[in-house]
């Protein structure tokens, strides 16, 4: 099975009150794991204009990265969902408490290194997005297997694997994370990029993964030109047992 999806952007304004819940009975929990990461900071300008002072508006900070955004969503949708991530420094306690504004069961792991801060500016008169991403923290050895170790203590049945790797971690992370876990989660999603998804499509088994366009392009070696093209790909994937359903991003100009 194959879902496209296309790319709408970051939006860091904040949303209604997250509606927590515990499932019915028999309903499965969801663990979802950040091992790197941000407050997200949003800004309004007019016009970005090099080396002025520029006034903004609609200043707003949130808690980002692929996992805690996952856990926002299925929180609000009423999903015992419980979040692992890692954080450190200032920014680290910044990151905490902007967490548990939002309602959800989270489970932070300290490291020594301070939490990124990702920033993102909407101009006004363009109508344009600028990103600004940091790579993130230096992890250490000791901090990845802390990490390791808090999320197989837990128990749930599901767990969303999402976003970057920091400095530091290795690129198998994730694909050690599910060897560990594999006989009592169920099932594996991941949404990662880079050598990370390599390794993990390595030991293939997912429920689910979400590559974009480029990433699924890098892993098969060549250019995927149509829609049908990057069908062919992502079923390929599933044939060959790297995942059970493949999701392409396929960017805000894709149609």
Same mark, same amino acid.
């Given at each position: 099975?194959?879902? +496209?999806?296309?790319?709408?952007?970051?939006?860091?304004?904040?949303?209604?009150?997250?509606?927590?819940?515990?499932? /019915?009975?028999?309903?499965?929990?969801?663990?979802?794991?950040?091992? %790197?990461?941000?407050?997200?900071?949003?800004?309004?300008?007019?016009?970005?204009?090099?080396?002025?002072?520029?006034?903004?508006?609609?200043?707003?900070?949130?808690?980002?990265?692929?996992?805690?955004?996952? /856990?926002?969503?299925?929180?609000?949708?009423?999903?015992?969902?419980?979040?692992?991530?890692?954080?450190?420094?200032?920014?680290?306690?910044?990151?905490?408490?902007?967490?548990?504004?939002?309602?959800?069961?989270?489970?932070?792991?300290?490291?020594?290194?301070?939490?990124?801060?990702?920033?993102?500016?909407?101009?006004?008169?363009?109508? +344009?997005?600028?990103?600004?991403?940091?790579?993130?923290?230096?992890?250490?050895?000791?901090?990845?297997?802390?990490?390791?170790?808090?999320?197989?203590?837990?128990?749930?049945?599901?767990?969303?694997?999402?976003?970057?790797?920091?400095?530091?971690?290795?690129?198998?992370?994730?694909?050690?994370?599910?060897?560990?876990?594999?006989?009592?989660?169920?099932?594996?999603?991941?949404?990662?990029?880079?050598?990370?998804?390599?390794?993990?499509?390595?030991?293939?088994?997912?429920?689910?993964?979400?590559?974009?366009?480029?990433?699924?392009?890098?892993?098969?070696?060549?250019?995927?030109?149509?829609?049908?093209?990057?069908?062919?790909?992502?079923?390929?994937?599933?044939?060959?047992?790297?995942?059970?359903?493949?999701?392409?991003?396929?960017?805000? %100009?894709?149609?």
């Amino acid at each position: 099975m194959i879902v +496209q999806v296309h790319d709408v952007g970051f939006d860091a304004r904040p949303r209604e009150a997250p509606m927590t819940g515990h499932g /019915g009975p028999g309903s499965k929990t969801i663990a979802t794991l950040t091992m %790197n990461p941000t407050i997200d900071i949003a800004y309004d300008v007019a016009r970005l204009i090099p080396t002025k002072k520029l006034r903004t508006g609609d200043e707003i900070y949130s808690p980002g990265g692929g996992g805690l955004n996952v /856990g926002r969503v299925l929180a609000r949708l009423g999903n015992a969902v419980t979040c692992f991530f890692l954080s450190g420094g200032a920014t680290g306690h910044a990151l905490n408490e902007l967490v548990k504004q939002q309602g959800i069961i989270a489970h932070h792991v300290a490291i020594h290194g301070s939490t990124r801060l990702a920033t993102v500016v909407h101009e006004h008169e363009t109508g +344009q997005e600028f990103r600004l991403i940091p790579p993130g923290p230096n992890v250490t050895a000791q901090e990845c297997q802390d990490c390791m170790a808090a999320v197989a203590a837990a128990r749930f049945d599901l767990l969303v694997m999402s976003g970057s790797l920091p400095p530091g971690v290795p690129a198998n992370f994730f694909a050690r994370l599910k060897a560990n876990l594999s006989g009592r989660v169920t099932k594996f999603f991941l949404d990662t990029s880079g050598e990370a998804l390599s390794m993990a499509l390595a030991v293939g088994g997912w429920r689910l993964i979400k590559p974009s366009l480029d990433e699924l392009k890098q892993f098969c070696g060549k250019d995927l030109i149509s829609t049908q093209d990057v069908g062919e790909a992502a079923m390929k994937l599933v044939r060959d047992g790297k995942a059970e359903l493949v999701a392409v991003t396929l960017g805000v %100009n894709r149609r």
